[in-house]
């Protein structure tokens, strides 16, 4: 139902640079972060974003709110 992309194309271990002011969806900067960026590090894992999303109708008779039924055991 989804489809996945990598965030970062680089291979994991490559050095990239993560701009000033950049989408912290994106990324997320671990170990020594101080002062302004630009940033350079290491890619430790080049992350995964959604590039379409195909998901089938959902039947009229189905609540879509209800998150787990309630569970009931007979007798």
């Known amino acids: 139902y989804l489809a996945l992309a990598p965030v970062v194309t680089d291979a994991e271990g490559a050095t990239i640079t993560v701009?000033?002011?950049f989408?912290?969806?994106r990324f997320r900067l671990t170990g020594n972060v101080t002062?302004?960026?630009p940033w350079k590090g290491s890619?430790?894992?080049h992350g995964w974003a959604c590039t379409k999303i195909d998901l089938?109708?959902?039947p009229t008779t189905v609540d879509v709110k209800v998150i787990a039924p309630a569970e009931v055991e007979l007798p």
Do not use: I, R
């Open 23 to 25: 989408d912290a969806s």
């Open 56 to 58: 089938p109708t959902v």
């Open 43 to 45: 890619l430790k894992h």
């Open 19 to 21: 701009p000033q002011g």
């Open 35 to 37: 002062g302004q960026g």
